[in-house]
């Protein structure tokens, strides 16, 4: 069995634009006004100085799967038919958790509770590119990993998506990883804190099915219409 790996991830460029993008605003039509631009610089600066994005991932054993069940070591088990479908021909499964920290969930609740709803707003919009534009460096960085080994990855998934509504998978995925070494821990209803987190899986292997390019967003329905499908289609 494979111990868990932690990697602090580069903090990837995040843009006042990229701001916009994850509180669904758009400004095709008419720019922002100039106070709104600098608030929105203000936030993205304070965001930079408070977010710290780490990983921890790990290998597990695949050993079966059926119409919606992906068998796993240790008598662990996950429930989605894509995931099956995707990766139920690998050799193994990445598992990983990220987060931006707790840091950034603490500023946020102070302006809340200071009324300061476009702060708190604006400051939500910055972790939210953060992770999600950190995700995407990772993904690179594991594949790169398995290619160098000629091993192929699939795209990733996680519960919680249209595709995978069993919020409960996440206990599987806290079993392997021990997320809390990084600051992780999952709520009653199975939701992950700090806030700026998410989890993911990905199979790996030889013979994979090959999916042309599609991402997990081609198979959510939101169809690509939610903000998060513009950084790179990793929400």
């Not at 595709?163 to 999952?186: C, N, P, V």
């Not at 030889?206 to 929400?235: A, E, I, M, V, Y």
């Amino acid at each position: 069995m494979t111990e868990p790996k932690i990697w602090e991830i580069t903090l990837p460029d995040v843009t006042v634009e990229d701001l916009f993008q994850a509180e669904g605003a758009d400004y095709s039509k008419r720019p922002p006004r100039p106070s709104t631009v600098e608030l929105h610089r203000q936030l993205l600066a304070e965001a930079t100085a408070l977010v710290r994005p780490t990983v921890i991932w790990r290998e597990v054993d695949i050993l079966g799967a059926r119409e919606q069940e992906l068998f796993l070591e240790e008598g662990q088990k996950l429930t989605s038919g894509l995931l099956v479908r995707v990766a139920g021909t690998a050799d193994k499964l990445i598992i990983f958790a990220m987060t931006v920290g707790s840091a950034l969930d603490d500023r946020e609740d102070y302006y809340s509770k200071a009324g300061k709803t476009l702060e708190a707003f604006a400051l939500s919009a910055a972790g939210t590119a953060y992770i999600v534009k950190s995700s995407s460096s990772l993904m690179d960085k594991i594949k790169e990993h398995y290619r160098n080994a000629g091993l192929k990855t699939t795209f990733p998934m996680g519960p919680g998506h249209s595709y995978w509504r069993s919020l409960e998978d996440m206990q599987t995925i806290f079993h392997f990883l021990k997320a809390e070494q990084i600051g992780l821990r999952l709520t009653d209803l199975n939701l992950m804190m700090p806030r700026k987190s998410i989890a993911m899986v990905a199979g790996v292997g030889r013979n994979l099915p090959d999916f042309k390019g599609k991402t997990h967003c081609d198979f959510c329905s939101l169809l690509k219409k939610c903000q998060l499908s513009h950084f790179g289609q990793k929400c």
